[in-house]
């Protein structure tokens, strides 16, 4: 069982920027999830193995997924923050075949989640 825990989250004003971490992170697909309430868990990037990344259309350009290896942390930098990113996000590992990258069906490890507030 792999147990993610994520931290970083806080309130920001629009416009603003936040780091997300998880740790651990993993040699595997990992990725940042988000669900506001009232909506379904969408995906917001990922990371492959071998450091190849995908976004979300309505993030991409403003935020970026990485892994520090020494760390042994997963990142989620974003910059340039609106209301309508506020939401819980969380991180998940493990991708399973068969599902799309950013489709939270395919992860089997999930974090608890850190809430990100922005304002306007």
């Known amino acids: 069982q792999v147990q993610l825990v994520e931290s970083g989250g806080g309130s920001v004003q629009a416009g603003g920027s936040l780091r997300l971490s998880c740790a651990p992170s993993?040699?595997?697909?990992m990725a940042w999830f988000r669900q506001a309430p009232g909506k379904q868990r969408e995906g917001v990037a990922r990371i492959s193995r071998d450091g190849s990344t995908d976004y979300a259309y309505s993030v991409k350009g403003r935020f970026s997924i990485s892994k520090d290896n020494a760390k042994n942390t997963l990142f989620l930098q974003m910059n340039s923050l609106k209301p309508e990113d506020t939401a819980m996000y969380y991180c998940?590992?493990?991708?399973?075949?068969?599902?799309?990258?950013?489709?939270?069906?395919?992860?089997?490890?999930w974090g608890q989640g850190t809430q990100v507030t922005v304002s306007s």
């Open positions: 998940a590992s493990d991708r399973r075949l068969g599902y799309g990258y950013l489709d939270p069906r395919a992860y089997n490890y």
């Open positions: 993993r040699s595997v697909s």
